[in-house]
Nanobody
């Protein structure tokens, strides 16, 4: 099991920026995908952004052009730069990592979450 530690959440005004960071507690082989989910109270969880070791990046439609995900394969870390934030971006943001085990099965790990609040 990989432990993920997130940082960087907080309160920001609409139009502002935040940068979320997430790092694995140890160097773990086999991680090929990392990213961020978010969940607002009373709403379903959304996959916000994903980055793979291949370099491929995927984004939720509503954050395209505003959020940028980047990763460091050597350190098993990922960041999410969030610009032009909107009140509807308010949610708990969770980092996740997917690794391929020796048995060729995928294993997911999750962070505890960091709160992002966008309000004037």
């Amino acid at each position: 099991q990989v432990e993920l530690v997130e940082s960087g959440g907080g309160l920001v005004q609409p139009g502002g920026s935040l940068r979320l960071s997430c790092a694995a507690s140890a160097s773990i082989a086999g991680i090929y995908k990392m990213g961020w989910y978010r969940q607002a109270p009373g709403k379903q969880r959304e996959l916000v952004a994903t980055i793979r070791t291949s370099g491929r990046r995927d984004y939720l439609d509503s954050v395209k052009g505003r959020f940028t995900i980047s990763g460091d394969n050597r350190n098993n870390s990922v960041t999410l730069q969030m610009n032009t934030l909107r009140p509807e971006d308010t949610a708990m943001y969770y980092c996740y990592a997917t690794r391929r085990g020796d048995d060729l099965r995928d294993y997911e790990s999750w962070g505890r979450g960091t709160q992002v609040s966008v309000s004037s």
